[in-house]
């Protein structure tokens, strides 16, 4: 006790008032607000020491709180939240007096005056709006500028996992900004400034953005696959987010019927649900082999009985693959290996063969087939012994636990 009142009288050298004093002790004593303490402490130094408007440290700010307390109230109405959370902006140079202070007084149990600040702003908008402070998943932060008297609303996203099949050759994955006006429209668009008229993410973003009155739509695939190539089987999954919700409780089976219905089958989308920042990461570190269906064409004659070899060479080997030539203008010349697990030769039609094969994360399929100038080996058109190309590439089953 002698110690505590040694940095109180210490500290009272200046005007201070109950908050700034009793949060010097902060950590001592629980069960009490930092201005009890302050009070009782007072009390307990015999000093005639009144408790100070003029405080040196925060000037009076926490006759504020009651004004910051309404400011967020106001900036909270057009979220929909059931929880929030509060954080400050403080005075460069409150912090520093403070800061000074713990020095001048060896106080080594303080809190911080933000975290007293935030904490009660937060009980008087719990009052107000009757809805709970939430630390860890607050649906919104808001940020009060004692400063300026300003409050920023941070809005957490909304998430949404599910899956989806594509049935067109023609749709890319996500939104592609024209290469030649990065978006701004321009001749070789038609002034749409895409690449592509739509996109799977166009036809779930959009819907779930409107329902949840969000400002933004980011759309996260676990992998995507070529523009030109099916996504059939159980579906690729995917988060779509919203940023800037005003609205959290949407009707998510309706949102999804809505999708079905509105994408005309060239999109299915199936076990729409919330979800999470998490999630996200989850699924874009993900590494799930890939089942395939491939149709090539031989360029020429050749012996059927070549086929059989196939499997024989390409499963369970590794497959040597330098970066495609396709895609090397945009990514680093790197070498990767990669396994391909299951391989059947599904049919046979005079040139046209379709193989099904299952592979890891990351393999390129059609350079598998036609070896890209020998720059993935080994390759089926070594195999067989004749140069191929690739018809039609789908991904028919993804291999992931499910969710
Ligand atoms: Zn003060
Ligand atoms: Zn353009």
Redesign the pocket.
């Known amino acids: 006790m002698s110690r505590r009142l040694e940095i109180a009288g210490s500290a009272l050298e200046r005007p201070?008032?109950n908050?700034?004093l009793g949060r010097l002790f902060a950590s001592v004593s629980t069960g009490m607000s930092n201005r009890q303490r302050g009070a009782i402490t007072r009390y307990l130094v015999s000093l005639p020491t009144q408790e100070s408007g003029d405080?040196h440290?925060?000037r009076g700010?926490?006759s504020e709180v009651p004004k910051f307390g309404r400011l967020v109230e106001k900036s909270s109405a057009p979220f929909e939240h059931s929880n929030f959370l509060v954080g400050s902006k403080v005075d460069p140079a409150v912090i520093e007096r403070e800061e000074q202070l713990w020095a001048d007084s060896s106080a080594s149990e303080s809190e911080s005056i933000k975290g007293e600040m935030n904490r009660e702003i937060g009980k008087v908008v719990e009052a107000a709006l009757g809805k709970p402070v939430e630390f860890k998943n607050p649906d919104v932060v808001f940020i009060v500028d004692t400063m300026f008297d300003r409050v920023t609303a941070d809005v957490t996203p909304l998430f949404f996992y599910g899956r989806y099949r594509k049935f067109s050759r023609e749709l890319p994955q996500t939104r592609w900004p024209c290469r030649e006006c990065r978006g701004k429209g321009c001749p070789r668009c038609n002034g749409v400034g895409r690449m592509y008229e739509s996109s799977v993410q166009d036809m779930i973003g959009p819907i779930l953005m409107r329902r949840a009155e969000g400002d933004e739509e980011y759309f996260h695939g676990m992998g995507r696959e070529d523009i030109d190539a099916l996504m059939l089987g159980n579906g690729r999954p995917f988060v779509a987010e919203v940023r800037r919700p005003q609205k959290r409780s949407i009707d998510i089976v309706a949102a999804e019927e809505e999708m079905n219905a509105s994408a005309k089958g060239l999109v299915e989308v199936e076990g729409l649900r919330p979800s999470t920042r998490g999630e996200v990461r989850a699924i874009k570190s993900a590494a799930c082999p890939k089942t395939y269906r491939v149709s090539v064409r031989f360029q020429g004659e050749f012996d059927h009985r070549k086929l059989n070899d196939i499997p024989r060479v390409l499963a369970e080997k590794p497959i040597r693959q330098l970066t495609p030539n396709r895609v090397a203008h945009r990514r680093a010349d790197l070498e990767r290996v990669r396994t391909v697990h299951r391989v059947e030769i599904e049919a046979v039609v005079g040139s046209e063969v379709v193989i099904v094969l299952e592979a890891d994360s990351g393999t390129y399929i059609k350079e598998l087939m036609h070896g890209d100038d020998g720059r993935t080996k080994p390759n089926v058109a070594d195999i067989v012994g004749v140069p191929c190309e690739v018809i039609e590439l789908d991904v028919i089953s993804i291999g992931d636990k499910g969710a």
Do not use: G, K, Y
């Open positions: 201070l008032c908050h700034c405080c440290i925060c700010l926490f």
